[in-house]
């Protein structure tokens, strides 16, 4: 079943109502996300799953200075969570005027009379209402006076603790993909839409398709094998470079350039999500143009091994 999205909580069609909800950020909609997902499904498999988010992400609001620290964006997130089961996505708009909702509000007003939800569930640490007010114990007593179910789902963990968004883009800004991809159950991947550029790779011989990071997190500058889905479902393996081209460029912008392999085609305009496999070397500069044609031709070819390793389960 296709999951509904509903971005304005005071017009909820009655067809959504009556929902079992799990509450959150659900940034990248990791492992931990999945297990409470489906932990409010298991206490009340006859409901409609639903979940509730906001959007931008409250940091996004209270710190606009910060680097842009985002896992995943709103279809992104909405897709992953489709992908879970879920039938109703709730994203609230998060601005200053609801910021300043005292939780006693966000839960009479918002989880149970504009979204009419008879269960809602959460982690463990999960805060809301202005300066954050509200929490587990509170929101567990005032569903219960509203005649809500209500269930703290345990954060999910492993021997390094609770899964969380925080560690993931720890393990990216790090160097380590492969490890943010067993934390998420599958790649992390940027999207976005392919730029015109100086045009630079073509003439070294390995034209690339670039793209903006955006309000994506920025993870370690370096060259990666990745995978790229292109417009259409189609997949197709490369190598991408991330971060600010200390030998040809003035540094002043990140972006992601992905080169495609055994690919000729024209992608300006189009929106391709790069999935980030294996960080190969780190961003470094080099003397000339020659010296980095030659190590251009030497990551890609250690960006096939890696992924076609990968294919083989190796």
């Not at 005032?142 to 021997?159: H, I, K, N, Y």
């Not at 690339?208 to 990666?224: C, D, F, K």
């Not at 189009?270 to 470094?284: D, F, I």
Request: glycine share 10%.
């Amino acid at each position: 079943m296709k999951a509904q999205l509903h971005t304005n909580w005071r017009d909820i069609p009655p067809e959504a109502h009556g929902c079992a909800a799990a509450l959150g950020n659900f940034d990248g909609v990791h492992l931990g996300h999945a297990h409470l997902v489906h932990s409010t499904h298991a206490a009340r498999p006859d409901l409609p799953l639903a979940v509730v988010t906001f959007e931008p992400h409250p940091r996004e609001l209270f710190r606009p200075q910060d680097p842009p620290f985002r896992l995943s964006l709103p279809d992104e997130r909405f897709a992953a969570l489709q992908a879970l089961g879920v039938q109703h996505v709730f994203q609230i708009g998060f601005d200053e005027a609801f910021s300043r909702m005292t939780a006693e509000r966000f839960v009479e007003d918002v989880l149970h009379d504009a979204l009419c939800l008879r269960h809602v569930a959460c982690g463990p640490d999960f805060a809301f209402g202005y300066r954050r007010g509200g929490d587990v114990t509170f929101l567990a007593e005032r569903t219960g006076e509203l005649g809500m179910g209500f269930t703290s789902v345990p954060a999910l963990a492993d021997a390094a603790g609770p899964y969380s968004s925080t560690r993931i883009r720890r393990l990216l800004q790090e160097g380590y993909p492969e490890r943010a991809t067993e934390e998420l159950g599958r790649p992390w991947f940027i999207r976005g839409q392919v730029q015109h550029g100086d045009k630079r790779g073509r003439l070294l011989g390995f034209p690339t398709a670039n793209i903006p990071l955006g309000r994506h997190l920025e993870p370690a500058r370096g060259v990666y094998a990745v995978t790229v889905r292109l417009p259409g479902g189609y997949t197709r393996p490369g190598v991408a470079n991330i971060g600010r081209r200390p030998t040809i460029n003035d540094g002043q912008e990140s972006r992601v350039e992905v080169n495609l392999f055994d690919f000729d085609g024209d992608l300006y305009g189009q929106t391709l999500s790069v999935a980030l496999h294996k960080m190969l070397r780190p961003e470094q500069r080099f003397a000339g143009l020659d010296e980095l044609k030659a190590q251009i031709a030497q990551d890609a070819q250690q960006a096939r091994m890696v992924l076609n390793a990968e294919l083989a389960g190796i």
